[in-house]
């Protein structure tokens, strides 16, 4: 899955960032007919009179399937090769020409740019670039023109496919926005790219390492009784 590292291949300390948010990410989806006779909700309890099993037959992706996120996931990867259309295409908000590869040691090495990132060479700076996590997208674009136009394009497209935009969780374009994957992204101009972890995330790790802490310092045995999988 995504993170945001996956964001800072397309970023640098001026770039701006968006949020969009993908609604109803399993319902939109149609369940294959193979499965839909194998997947049903009793409803006999809206019929307290009738002998019969009341079964409505289910027809969407829904949370607790097993394929659902596999399959929304990829589905919805499909949809943004289509937004993001013709990379070649100079008119297109997306269009870069070359993978430019910026490594330690090189004659050309520049610190405040990703290691590998994509040119476009109209706007003479990285290119456009939307990034996902199941349902939550985050924009990079150079300028703030730039990410907005990108941000339409992104949200039209969506709806042209038939895909729910929550356009209430939407946030306004920035250089500071919130969190995403757990991570926040700050850029600060003619200063540099940072990248803070969530004080929700930040706090949950503390107790956790309070907790094992805790744990081995009571223990009067060598192998204390610890769940693992909290780690």
């Not at 291949?9 to 499965?35: H, K, N, P, Q, R």
């Not at 729910?164 to 995403?180: F, H, L, V």
Request: overall charge positive; glycine content about 6%.
């Amino acid at each position: 899955m995504p993170n945001v590292g996956n964001v800072l291949d397309c970023a640098t300390s001026s770039s701006w960032f968006s949020d969009v948010d993908a609604g109803e990410m399993f319902l939109i989806y149609i369940l294959d007919a193979e499965l839909r006779p194998y997947a049903g909700v009793d409803m006999s309890w809206l019929f307290p009179g009738k002998t019969r099993i009341v079964w409505e037959r289910w027809t969407r992706m829904a949370m607790g399937m097993r394929p659902s996120p596999f399959v929304t996931v990829k589905l919805f990867a499909w949809a943004m090769e289509i937004i993001k259309g013709d990379h070649m295409d100079p008119t297109n908000l997306f269009h870069w020409t070359r993978v430019v590869v910026n490594c330690p040691g090189t004659p050309e090495y520049n610190p405040s740019l990703p290691r590998l990132y994509k040119w476009n060479p109209i706007a003479l700076a990285i290119a456009c670039d939307c990034k996902t996590f199941v349902d939550d997208l985050r924009g990079i674009g150079p300028t703030k023109e730039l990410l907005q136009r990108a941000t339409h394009k992104v949200e039209s497209t969506m709806g042209y496919l038939g895909l729910q935009d929550a356009t209430r969780k939407r946030r306004p374009n920035s250089q500071q926005p919130g969190e995403w994957t757990g991570s926040i992204s700050v850029a600060l101009p003619d200063t540099g790219l940072f990248v803070t972890v969530s004080q929700k995330k930040w706090d949950r790790s503390r107790q956790i390492i309070s907790k094992l802490l805790s744990v081995y310092s009571d223990c009067k045995e060598d192998l204390p009784d610890f769940n693992l999988k909290k780690l």
